[in-house]
């Protein structure tokens, strides 16, 4: 499996903007789909975007689609997630993975690399 571990959590004001990293150990994220997910308190995972290994075709989950960006760090060799417009609902643990699985447009949306490994998760808080 691949070890994933994710980085740039923190706490932002409402409104604010914050920028999540998944990097892999000893393997090249561009070589799978990355998916990454949230788990609010009390609340189950949700999958909120994901980007293709071939394409780099992105999708996003209604809750952040306009707000979230995916993309390949090509620099840092990371996946990112460019959060903006942040918003209290946001507040939770996200985590990146080698699956994606997510609702977009009411359907599911499923990337299996055979893989399915997860990171630690980072956690967010947006609060004023």
């Known amino acids: 499996q691949v070890q994933l571990v994710e980085s740039g959590g923190g706490s932002v004001q409402p409104g604010g903007s914050m920028r999540l990293s998944c990097a892999a150990s000893g393997f090249a994220l561009t070589r799978v789909a990355i998916g990454w997910f949230r788990q609010a308190p009390g609340k189950e995972r949700e999958g909120i975007s994901c980007?293709?290994?071939?394409?780099?075709?992105?999708e996003y989950a209604d809750a952040v689609k306009g707000r979230f960006t995916v993309f390949r760090n090509i620099a840092k060799g990371t996946v990112d997630l460019q959060m903006s417009r942040l918003e209290p609902g946001d507040t939770a643990v996200y985590t990146c993975s080698t699956e994606c699985n997510l609702i977009v447009d009411g359907w599911r949306y499923e990337v299996n690399s055979g893989d399915d490994s997860w990171g630690q998760g980072t956690e967010v808080t947006v609060s004023s």
């Open positions: 980007i293709q290994s071939d394409s780099d075709h992105t």
